[in-house]
Each structure stands twice: as structure tokens, then as C-alpha cells.
């Protein structure tokens, strides 16, 4: 490489006109592939000479080249140098910088590049935390965690700067490296600076590495609601964020059928989808400049503090925070008395150790189950368990955990947790009745994040009348009633399995697998509102389809889907609920109908089938004001793990489109016994307990039951309150 690019300099230097550029990042390139750590200084100090003689200072590429000077300064220890080089690539991107004092930070004003100003004050960061290392000095500590403040600062004007998920996504992952960074700084080194027990740095960065997109999302839905926007003009938007979806699900899921997909039919819809992009962009700045109370609270998105938390907390509730590190564990504890935080070292077998976990319960792998789920527990639940609360004789409330997973602990039932050893298995039998279950003494409810919940929790206290105790229950079943049900069924099933990653809902002959314990379901429920004279809805088999769910779900308090869950682990465009498929007729204007009309004509197929899967992305443009959404379904709560974001799953959909609560499934669950299980779970509900206290009921109820393992029950879980 070295040589190759030599010569590319020599035919540079040989062609007088606007080379000298092209010099310079060759000269990069040079220190890029040099071993010799001085080679490489002299290769970047060349970059940078050259490259001013043609541009100037004020420059990002002269910016970039002193960072990476300053890096191999840092290799050599050598911090005050390295320092001093950082100031320098800072004052190549922001004017009138003072670049001589290297404890003298820029401002995030009149910056020309945001990227790589966010790289100079990560590494600046790094440098002034090792040179405290050394000689403890605390200007360097103070630096370097004002360092990782300016960039959690910037790292949110780049979000603002950025319209697409895409993009935010590719950003989280970034970000979540420097929260990581600064956690761990700050989580070492607190005592030198601070006596609270939860450093609030710390925790606003373990905040902000957590459920982004899903907060962004709320918070655009209220502030059109609050920017007086005219009708036309939503209208407008939400027909092309249907579109969009329509255009990448489609996309996917041509792509998805291997050698037999159709090139042509996939570049049109990208070059469609481009010029969608496109015409959305010009629409979201027309909304930001012409109504700036809409861009005001659009962005006003504050990280809840934990004073803020502690105030919102009832006496026997306590929100678990945990931060996955490549290290350690991190584990803030916030309840109404107490904010504790507390760091574990991460045990080097985790991952193995989680996924172990996970099989040992749905492969019913009892020996297992029992060793992993105390190791969990001892690692997870033990460390602050002084701080939990507990049940006393005077107040017979069970006292809550509230759990914000981060990482690897998405994936995990925490109510399934073994608090003191299991007992060993018997021939034949395995006591999973005599398990003493975390659930056993806490109700236990989720959150993507702990700002997440605690917006949620003000948008709830201002509700001011609830809808009334309606009901609407789907069950597609899957059946077959007659020859064309049969022919459709087998038509949508064939479809999906050339994508599906998880899921045993398609059978080997290429049909859905039935579920006949959700009609039993939706019935009973149904029944239990009948008895109290509430209004209740339940749609069965072809009645059970995806258009009529959008419809008549708009003012119902509670639903229920009880369905089959399919999921990609790569492509959440795909991944979504399986309702009953229809035939659509050619009048039917419904947006979602209209959309799969149009992909099923371009194919020429003789009867147009509408896309039974409800996917996430589609699920943000529906129109829901439940209190309650349960999703009796297979792998609902599970999906694509993003770093920054979280679990990318069908159930959050769900959470943008207006649901306040949810319980959705970590993995594949049993017919029969959720059947019984959301049946308890809405007799609870309609006896007056909470939701966290009715799935905590109806799983005790069902755990005594015999027979029954965690696999049973362990899987559903609350996000909400």
C-alpha cells in the first residue's frame, strides 16, 4: 500500500495544476499504513504543511489531519503534546479559538464540521482522563468530563441537523461509544468531585444511549398537536411516511426471495423511494420555518434528571437503570428515598451466559434453568438489593420494579430471576413450583428508557377523562373455512417464509399453524365486559384483518391481538403481526390497502392480496388511544438490537401510535396458556388492580397450575405502568 501510494504522490507532484491536495491526502494515507510511529508524525505533519499552503487554516481535512497527529502523541504518552495538537485542529474549525491554553474548550457556535469537532472533544476527553491518571491533577478530570458534555451536547444538534432514522440510527451507535466513555470516567472518578451517590452526568449519558428515535417520534406527534399545523398539511405528511413504508417494506421483501426477486421492479421502487425522501425533506423544513412553535417543541426533548424521577415514584416503586459497558454493568437504583448507583464487573462469558439462560427456559432445560437464573439474579438483582423496597405488615401493596434494560438485558424476563437456590430435580419431575421467582415478591414492569417513562407518566396524569372500559379483540386464527381462505392463507404463508428468522408460525406444508385456544380467548374476554356491561368487540378469522384493525381501533381503552408474530432479525420492515389476509376490492381507498393494490397490480397477480403483516413501521402511522394494548403473539417484543436505540420490535409501533401501556412477548409462547393468561389478566384489570399488578396475578395463577413452567408464563411483559 505504502509503495502504491508513493507513486500516486510522484504523478501528483508531476502535474502542476491542483495537485497539492491530492498530495496532502496521500500524505494521510501514508501515516495511515506506516508502522513506524515516527513516520507516521513526519507523514501527517507533511499533510497538514501542504494542505494550508493551498486552503488556509480554517479547514475540517487540517482539522482531521492534527487529530490524527494528535493520537500518535497520545500513544506515546506524550499528553501535553497531543493536547496542545488538539488545540490546534479546534482552532482550524472554529475562529477566534484561543488554541495556546490546552484546558480552554471551544464553544458549539460557528463550528464548520460537527463531526469532526465531536471526534477532537472525544479524544481530548480520553487524553486529560489517562493524564489524570498519572498525576491526579483535578483540572484534568474537570476537563476531560466537561469534554464528554460538549460532545453529548453536540451529538444532539447533529440529531437535530438530521431528518431520516436512518441516519439517527448510524448516529446512536457512535454516541453510545462516547456515553460509554464518559460513564466510565465519570463512574470511577466521582468521588474526587462529587459526595451524590448518582452522578447526574453519569446518568443523563446512560439516558441518552437509550430509546431515541422512539422519544423523538413522541415528541414530533405532540408538538404538531401543539403548533396549530393546518389539517392539509398533516394530512400531507403522514400520506408520505405511508408511502415510505410501503416503499421499503416492498423493497425488502423482493429482495428477500433470493435469485427469484425481480431487479427491475426493486430499482423502481428505490428510485420511487428516493424521490419520496426527497419530497418529505422539503415538507419537514416547510414545517420548521413557517411554524416555529412546531421546531421549538419538536426539539424539546430534555433528559429527565433524577430529582424529577424521584418526585413521580410512589413509595413502593423503584426504577432499575442498567448500562451494558464492554466491561462492567452499570446499575442505577431510584426510588422516592433512595438513588444509588452501583458498578459490576461484567463476566466475561455474558453473552453466553444470557443466550444459556433463554434456552434453558423455552427448551425446558430445568438443571439449567435453576444455576443460570440465580447466577442472574446474583449478578443483576443482588447488588442493590438493600435498596428495594419491601412489603410490610401495614400496606399489603406489592412493591414494583420499574426495569430500563439496556444491551443484552432486552432479551431478558427479569420476573423469572431465582432469588434463593432452586431445588434439584427429582426423577421425572421438575419442581418449577417450588422456585422462589423474583415475581414471587415484586410486580415488575418495563421501559425503553426512564425519560420515556417519565413523559409517559405526565402525558397520563393529564388525561382528563379515560375512555370508558371498551374492548376489541382480534384472533385471526387461521383456519381454513373454504377453498379461496385455503388458497390465500397457504399464498400469504408462502410469501413470508423466505424471510422469516423467528417463528414456527409457518408449517412445513407452507401454511399457518392454527391457533384455535385465541378464539377461546378473545370470546372469554369478551364475555367478562358483557358481564359488566361494558362494550366489547371481538373479530374473528376473515373479519380479523389489518385494514379493519386500523379502523375500528381508534377509541378503544383496551386491545388485544392474538396472533402470530414473525421476525427478521436484520430488516424490522418486515418483522410484524400476522392478521387474516383479505382480497381487496378495486374501490377500496383505504390507505394501507391502496398501497399493497399497488405493489400486488405491478406484479400482475390475478387476485390482489392484501399484506397481512403489520409491521412496526406501519404501526406509527395508525390512530390509537388505548390505555392497554396486549400482544398475545409470538416474539412481539422482540427484534433487531440497535446500539443507541434498543430492541427494534414490533411493540414499540404500538407505544408511537398512542398506546400508554403494553404487554408484548419475548419469545414464542404456548396457545393454551396465554390464552388463560391474558383471560386472568383482564379479570384482574376489571377488578380494579393495576396492569402491573394484573399480569402479576395472572401469573401466579397460572404458575399454579400443574405442569406449568417459567416458558408459560415468564415471556409476557408490561411496558408501562
Same mark, same amino acid.
Given at each position: ?29 501514508? %501515516? ?38 494528535? !493520537? ?14 488538539? !488545540? ?45 491518571? &498519572? ?31 436512518? %441516519? ?102 428505490? %428510485? ?112 442493590? !438489593? ?6 410490610? =405488615? ?26 434463593? &437456590? ?194 412496526? &413501521? ?71 388492580? =393495576? ?31
Amino acid at each position: 500500500a505504502i509503495q502504491y501510494i508513493q507513486k500516486a504522490i510522484n504523478i501528483y507532484e508531476n502535474n502542476a495544476i491542483n495537485s497539492k491536495v491530492n498530495i496532502a491526502n496521500m500524505y494521510s494515507q501514508l %501515516s495511515k499504513y506506516s508502522n513506524n510511529i515516527q513516520d507516521k508524525q513526519s507523514y501527517l505533519q507533511k499533510a497538514i504543511t501542504i494542505h494550508i499552503s493551498c486552503t488556509g487554516t480554517q479547514n475540517p481535512s487540517i482539522a482531521h489531519y492534527y487529530t490524527k497527529l494528535s !493520537q500518535t502523541y497520545f500513544k506515546q504518552n506524550n499528553y501535553v503534546v497531543a493536547l496542545q495538537t488538539l !488545540q490546534k485542529a479546534t482552532s482550524c474549525l472554529t475562529k477566534h479559538f484561543v488554541a495556546h491554553n490546552i484546558y480552554v474548550l471551544p464553544t458549539l457556535k460557528d463550528h464548520t464540521s460537527a463531526q469532526h469537532l465531536l471526534d477532537i472533544l472525544t479524544l481530548k476527553g480520553s487524553i486529560l482522563y489517562q493524564y489524570f491518571i &498519572e498525576n491526579e491533577a483535578l483540572i484534568n478530570l474537570e476537563t476531560a468530563i466537561k469534554c464528554y458534555e460538549l460532545a453529548m451536547q453536540l451529538i444532539e444538534q447533529i440529531r437535530q441537523s438530521y431528518q431520516m432514522d436512518a %441516519s439517527k440510527l448510524a448516529l446512536g451507535k457512535t454516541a453510545t461509544q462516547i456515553y460509554e466513555s464518559g460513564i466510565r470516567i465519570i463512574l470511577t472518578t466521582h468521588n474526587y468531585l462529587t459526595s451524590t451517590n448518582i452522578p447526574p452526568l453519569a446518568f443523563q449519558f446512560c439516558e441518552k444511549a437509550k430509546g431515541n428515535l422512539l422519544l423523538d417520534a413522541l415528541q414530533d406527534t405532540l408538538a404538531k398537536t401543539s403548533a396549530s399545523i393546518p389539517t392539509a398539511l398533516l394530512a400531507e405528511q403522514q400520506q408520505l411516511q405511508i408511502e415510505l413504508t410501503y416503499l421499503e417494506k416492498s423493497i425488502q421483501q423482493q429482495a428477500a426471495k433470493g435469485k427469484d426477486k425481480n431487479e427491475a421492479l426493486i430499482e423502481q421502487w428505490q %428510485s420511487e423511494l428516493f424521490d419520496n425522501h426527497q419530497k418529505y425533506q422539503t415538507l419537514l423544513k416547510k414545517l420548521e420555518t413557517n411554524y416555529p412553535n412546531y421546531y421549538q417543541l419538536k426539539y424539546d426533548t430534555q433528559t429527565v434528571n433524577v430529582e424529577q424521577l424521584q418526585s413521580n415514584l410512589q413509595s413502593q416503586q423503584i426504577i432499575i437503570n442498567y448500562f451494558v459497558s464492554t466491561t462492567h454493568i452499570h446499575i442505577f437504583a431510584i426510588s422516592p428515598q433512595v438513588a444509588e448507583q452501583v458498578s459490576i464487573e461484567q463476566p466475561q462469558n455474558f453473552e453466553k451466559m444470557m443466550k444459556r439462560f433463554l434456552k434453558s427456559i423455552t427448551q425446558l432445560r430445568y438443571t439449567n434453568y435453576a444455576a443460570l437464573g440465580k447466577q442472574l439474579y446474583d449478578l443483576l438483582i443482588a447488588p442493590i !438489593q438493600k435498596y428495594l423496597p419491601t412489603s410490610s =405488615s401495614n400496606n399489603n401493596n406489592t412493591p414494583q420494579l420499574i426495569i430500563i434494560p439496556h444491551g443484552l438485558l432486552s432479551y431478558l424476563p427479569f420476573e423469572a430471576l431465582i432469588g434463593n &437456590e432452586a431445588p434439584a430435580p427429582m426423577p421425572g419431575i421438575s419442581p418449577y413450583d417450588e422456585i422462589d421467582y423474583l415475581l414471587n415478591h415484586f410486580e415488575i414492569s418495563y421501559h425503553y428508557s426512564a425519560t420515556l417513562w417519565y413523559y409517559q407518566q405526565q402525558k397520563q396524569q393529564q388525561v382528563i377523562s379515560p375512555p370508558s372500559p371498551s374492548f376489541a379483540g382480534f384472533a385471526p386464527i387461521y383456519d381454513v373455512a373454504s377453498n379461496t381462505t385455503a388458497n390465500i392463507l397457504q399464498t400469504t404463508a408462502t410469501a413470508c417464509r423466505s424471510w422469516v428468522t423467528r417463528s414456527d408460525a409457518i408449517r412445513s406444508d407452507g401454511t399457518w399453524a392454527s391457533l384455535p385456544h385465541s378464539e377461546i380467548e378473545v370470546k372469554n374476554i369478551e364475555q367478562l365486559f358483557d358481564n359488566q356491561g361494558f362494550d366489547a368487540s371481538i373479530y374473528l378469522r376473515t373479519e380479523a384483518t389489518k385494514v379493519r384493525f386500523a379502523k375500528v381501533t381508534k377509541n378503544v381503552k383496551y386491545i388485544l391481538i392474538a396472533a402470530h408474530g414473525l421476525v427478521n432479525d436484520e430488516n424490522t420492515a418486515l418483522s410484524g403481526l400476522v392478521f387474516y389476509p383479505e382480497e381487496l376490492p378495486t374501490n377500496n381507498n383505504s390507505s394501507m390497502a391502496s398501497s399493497n393494490q399497488k405493489e400486488r397490480d405491478t406484479d400482475n397477480t390475478p387476485t390482489p392480496i392484501n399484506d397481512p403483516i403489520l409491521s412496526m &413501521e406501519e404501526t406509527y402511522h395508525l390512530n390509537i388511544n388505548a390505555d392497554l394494548v396486549v400482544l398475545s403473539s409470538c416474539n412481539s417484543g422482540i427484534g433487531k438490537l440497535v446500539k443507541g436505540e434498543g430492541m427494534m420490535a414490533v411493540n414499540r409501533g404500538f407505544i408511537h401510535a398512542g398506546a400508554k401501556n403494553l404487554i408484548s412477548t419475548l419469545f414464542k409462547v404456548y396457545d393454551k396458556p396465554s390464552s388463560l393468561l391474558t383471560q386472568y389478566l383482564f379479570e384482574a384489570i376489571l377488578a380494579g388492580h =393495576s396492569y402491573a399488578a394484573a399480569l402479576r396475578k395472572a401469573k401466579l395463577k397460572l404458575m399454579d397450575m400443574e405442569g406449568v413452567s417459567p416458558k408459560s408464563w415468564c415471556g409476557f411483559v408490561l411496558i408501562g405502568k
